[in-house]
């Protein structure tokens, strides 16, 4: 089983990137392996509960049930804790399966041979 | 500070620094350290609680533990 990172940066702010971000995460977790989303910059605001819910970017599913999707196929969402801080994000309204984390959780997986994209 | 069964050599209060700030400030601090001395780190950010276990990891230090007081967390941290 390879190691893949996907960083995602955008949110409401650019959504086909969001979603194509999840949709290509989606094919790594559903072909068997390792899958991390890194929500970082932008992206941050996906790990808050109820802020994708009104993201459907056209010729793709909502950007809710590919996240749900991902999770529940063993995908891993790492959200970064500075750009999380910086927009006044709360701990308690993280989505299920996504984790905040540092520069340190996410080097330590591009360190193990993690793969990385970014959208 | 918690009760901890050993001696603690080096106290760093993070505060809320989080990130690369965070980790870069305590491999400073530790490598002014000798092998084997134990720094305590004290941390308000969510993101060292998964942080510091892998920095740990990839420098080769032990994690003795980490100790939740309300939000403010305590790292013992063994320098290899």
């Known amino acids: ?3 893949i990172a996907v960083s995602i940066t955008s949110a409401k702010d650019n959504t086909d990137k969001a979603t194509v971000g ?8 559903a072909s068997g392996q390792e899958t991390v989303v890194f929500l970082n910059v932008e992206g941050a605001y996906l790990a808050q509960e109820g802020y994708a819910n009104d993201i459907h970017e056209e010729g793709f599913a909502p950007l809710k049930q590919l996240m749900g999707q991902f999770v529940e196929a063993g995908g891993t969402i790492w959200v970064c804790s500075p750009c999380f801080k910086k927009r006044g994000l709360n701990e308690e309204e993280l989505i299920p399966g996504a984790t905040i984390v540092g520069g340190a959780k996410l080097v330590e997986f591009l360190s193990q041979g993690a793969s990385c994209i970014t959208y | 500070m918690p009760n901890v069964p050993y001696q603690v050599d080096v106290l760093y209060d993070a505060g809320p620094t989080g990130c690369g700030e965070l980790i870069m400030n305590l491999f400073m ?5 000798s092998s084997k001395q134990i720094i305590e780190v004290v941390s308000y950010d969510l993101g060292a609680r998964e942080d510091i ?4 990891r990839l420098q080769g230090h032990t ?9 403010t967390n305590h790292y013992y941290i063994q320098k290899n």
């Open chain 1, 1 to 3: 089983m390879a190691k």
């Open chain 1, 22 to 29: 999840f949709v290509v995460a989606n094919a790594s977790v």
């Open chain 2, 29 to 33: 601090t530790m490598k002014k350290m």
């Open chain 2, 53 to 56: 276990p892998a920095w740990c």
């Open chain 2, 63 to 71: 994690l003795l533990e980490r100790r939740d007081v309300d939000k």
